[in-house]
């Protein structure tokens, strides 16, 4: 299946049925292992597209994988279905696990890291809520659909999969220079976890990459205190074939042991208390 899971990315560029080639491989996985897994729809996108997935297992603590809030980080999408290969060969005991490979469904069509909405290009991931969002939020139907499915599953661990900067990086990853959390410790013995096969950077999300109010790792932390991690993937928007298969290689044990290894309940204390200063996203931009 990685064979195949590579080959659709051989070619990627613009084209309208890059997303049917995804689908049809939710689908392959979940007939490969019938007992294992299933293909869902967690809602749908502006166009009435369906965001389609894989349930994994049946256990009563729910995870979340899910690639490509920016469409042309493909990468990410080939992680995502190379993990839910794995984990519906040989599922987490205890665990329903879901991955949602494709979040953006038209800006992966068009290899555009903006989704179109009914009212034009949004960024889906500054589309969320947050302590620093003073802005409204969730103008994508796919940004609402997830959240509203990570409130409704029980979501207690997730993982957020974008390329390219090699680095596992967990809250927060806000405007302000407050950036320690009850839980860095535990947060940064995950992500140690989590990169033994990639040697990633391990990071605060600000620190190790810039502050982005509206992204879904720190919204999922803030609103729910779920155990969240983005992965920054590879060295490249346009990864080639072997660079793919390497990708999916060192990241798909990382991934499964996070989930393993994550509190089995969501974090208690995960208030954001400190102070929002804008100007440290500013002085980003600037630099």
């Not at 939710?26 to 292992?33: D, E, S, V």
């Not at 410790?185 to 605060?204: F, K, M």
């Not at 798909?252 to 954001?272: V, Y």
Request: hydrophobic share 35%; net charge negative; charged share 15%.
């Amino acid at each position: 299946m990685l064979d195949a899971i590579i080959s659709l990315f051989m070619l990627a560029g613009p084209n309208p049925s890059n997303y049917e080639k995804v689908t049809d491989t939710l689908q392959q996985i979940a007939q490969q292992n019938p007992s294992n897994a299933r293909v869902i729809s967690i809602g749908v996108n502006d166009q009435g597209v369906p965001i389609q997935g894989l349930q994994i297992g049946s256990g009563q603590l729910a995870t979340l994988v899910v690639g490509t809030h920016h469409g042309n980080e493909y990468g990410s999408t080939a992680v995502a279905l190379g993990v839910a290969d794995s984990l519906a060969k040989a599922p987490i005991a205890g665990q329903t696990v879901y991955v949602i490979p494709v979040l953006n469904i038209s800006g992966y069509n068009r290899n555009s890291r903006y989704e179109t909405s009914l009212s034009g290009s949004v960024d889906p991931n500054r589309d969320y809520t947050g302590p620093c969002k003073f802005s409204t939020s969730y103008y994508l139907k796919s940004t609402k659909a997830l959240a509203d499915f990570i409130d409704a599953k029980n979501i207690v661990t997730s993982a957020t999969l974008h390329t390219y900067y090699p680095a596992v990086a967990y809250p927060w990853g806000i405007s302000t220079h407050d950036l320690s959390t009850a839980h860095d410790a535990q947060y940064i013995a995950l992500a140690r976890a989590a990169t033994q096969e990639s040697n990633y950077r391990v990071g605060n999300s600000t620190e190790v990459l810039y502050a982005a109010d509206g992204a879904f790792e720190d919204y999922a932390y803030w609103k729910h205190g779920i155990w969240s991690l983005l992965f920054e993937l590879g060295f490249s928007h346009g990864p080639s074939p072997a660079a793919i298969k390497t990708m999916v290689e060192v990241n798909t044990p990382g991934l499964r042991r996070f989930l393993e290894s994550a509190p089995k309940q969501r974090a208690s204390d995960h208030q954001f208390t400190g102070r929002c200063d804008h100007n440290v996203m500013q002085r980003i931009v600037r630099e």
